[in-house]
Each structure stands twice: as C-alpha cells, then as structure tokens.
C-alpha cells in the first residue's frame, strides 16, 4: 500500500516556473516506478514525466526541455520542476506509482496507486 500527496500547484504567468512535490508513505520511492499525469478539463489524462528505480528519466514532448523529474530517497520524494510555462499546461497534475512496468512508463494503465492532484494554472 503506497499513499502519495501532491503540492506546489498554483496560478503563475506565463513563462513563470513551478516545482511539484510528490510525498509517498508506505514504500520507498527508489522501489518504484514514479510518474507525473496531467489532466485538463475536457482532456483526457496525459503522461507527463517518470524515474524508474535505477533512475532513469522518460519525458513526454509536450514537457521536454523544460521539466525536470526528481527524487530525494533520504526525504521518500519525487518532484517535478517546471520552467518556461505555458498556457497549455494549465491542468490538474498527479502524481502515481506503480510496482512493475509490463509495457510502457507512459502507459496510465501500468501505475497502481494515485495522489489526489494539484492544480497548475498558467496565465497568458
């Protein structure tokens, strides 16, 4: 059982940057795979970025050159650190886990538990 707790959502221009924070009880975050998915209204949800348990990093298009996946395993945290914001990424962000990778790192299907999200807004 993995518990996740997203934060550092919030309204920001244009340009602007933000860092989210994904906090995880239960298991460390080095035994999983961590992912971030956004999802807009009207939007289905979308992958966004993942670190596997050697550390290796998968970035969707939408976010590549301007966003970083990280963990801290001495804080059980992954974070994701946004730059040159755009008015498109406005969604709600979610953080999620999964135990094993049959397929794909981007597939929603592969990851077992979920955060309850939060909001990023980008203003034009």
């Known amino acids: 059982q993995v518990q996740l707790i997203e934060s550092g959502g919030g309204l920001v221009q244009a340009g602007g940057s933000l860092r989210l924070s994904c906090a995880a009880s239960?298991?460390?975050?080095?035994?999983?795979?961590m992912g971030w998915f956004r999802q807009a209204p009207g939007k289905v949800r979308e992958f966004v970025a993942a670190i596997v348990w050697s550390g290796h990093k998968i970035y969707a298009d939408s976010g590549k050159g301007r966003f970083t996946i990280s963990r801290d395993n001495a804080a059980n945290t992954v974070y994701l650190q946004m730059t040159s914001l755009k008015p498109e990424d406005t969604a709600k962000y979610y953080c999620?886990?999964?135990?094993?990778?049959?397929?794909?790192?981007?597939?929603?299907?592969?990851?077992?538990?979920w955060g309850q999200g939060t909001q990023v807004t980008v203003s034009s």
């Open positions: 999620a886990s999964a135990r094993a990778i049959n397929r794909s790192w981007s597939s929603l299907d592969e990851y077992n538990y």
């Open positions: 239960g298991r460390t975050v080095s035994s999983y795979a």
